[in-house]
């Protein structure tokens, strides 16, 4: 029972118990961004006369690879350097090397999964929206494609207020409308840019 609570505690100590928390955070905050920008990508295409679906898709994905890469490789630097202070200052406390311990393995993976989770989140957030464009000029038009991905857009910024709520015990729905409040905003102001 002892060595399960000391075990405990270091666990905590090394910040270890925080590897979800965190990188459900870069997901949401990037997939924010990712839904954001989408929607002016989405808007700003449509209103300087972009020709098809397709065309839309492409601007949208060369959008998301650079945010995606943006998220992974951002996040990568961020927590390697967290890490390696830790680790600096914990090989300090505890006067030993900890290179090549179970402790450097679970910091680096908890490095891995916080770049990988930063990454999906603006992945997610633009690639879902850009979904209405796959049926330009089969059964949509590309105003009614436009308006749709922004809706979707919306409807995902709504999904991560309300998620966000929940785990922190507030009015999901309050919170979702918050951040899906966020993307009209966006496509108003998108409008009203000059072309």
Same mark, same amino acid.
């Given at each position: 029972? =002892?060595?399960? %609570?000391?075990?405990e505690? *270091?666990?905590?100590?090394l910040?270890?118990?925080r #590897?979800? /928390?965190?990188?459900?955070r870069?997901?949401v ?10 929607v002016g990508?989405?808007v700003?295409a449509?209103?300087?006369?972009? /020709?098809?679906?397709f065309?839309? #898709?492409?601007?949208g994905? =060369? =959008?998301a $690879?650079?945010l995606?890469?943006?998220? !992974?490789?951002? !996040?990568?630097?961020?927590?390697r ?13 505890? *006067?030993?090397d900890?290179s ?10 908890t490095?891995? &999964?916080?770049? $990988?989770m930063?990454?999906?989140? /603006?992945?997610?957030g633009?690639? *879902?929206? *850009?979904t209405p464009f796959?049926?330009e000029? &089969?059964v949509?038009?590309?105003?009614h494609?436009?308006l #749709?991905? !922004?809706?979707?857009? &919306?409807g $995902? ?8 709520a %929940?785990?922190s015990?507030?009015?999901?729905? $309050?919170?979702?409308i918050?951040?899906g409040?966020a993307?009209i905003?966006?496509? !108003?102001?998108? #409008?009203?840019l000059?072309g």
């Amino acid at each position: 029972m =002892g060595a399960k %609570s000391n075990s405990e505690s *270091l666990t905590e100590r090394l910040g270890l118990d925080r #590897i979800g /928390p965190i990188a459900r955070r870069y997901f949401v905050s990037n997939g924010f961004d990712g839904a954001l920008t989408g929607v002016g990508v989405t808007v700003g295409a449509y209103l300087s006369g972009v /020709p098809d679906g397709f065309t839309v #898709i492409r601007i949208g994905l =060369g =959008g998301a $690879v650079g945010l995606t890469t943006s998220g !992974v490789w951002s !996040v990568w630097e961020i927590e390697r350097a967290e890490m390696r202070a830790e680790l600096h200052d914990i090989e300090d406390a505890m *006067l030993t090397d900890l290179s090549d311990t179970q402790i450097e393995r679970e910091k680096t993976s908890t490095q891995v &999964v916080n770049a $990988v989770m930063s990454g999906l989140g /603006p992945l997610f957030g633009m690639v *879902l929206p *850009l979904t209405p464009f796959l049926f330009e000029g &089969v059964v949509l038009s590309l105003f009614h494609a436009t308006l #749709i991905s !922004v809706a979707l857009a &919306v409807g $995902v910024l709504f999904a991560f207020g309300a998620y966000m709520a %929940s785990i922190s015990r507030q009015q999901w729905y $309050v919170a979702g409308i918050r951040m899906g409040l966020a993307g009209i905003v966006v496509a !108003v102001i998108s #409008i009203f840019l000059p072309g």
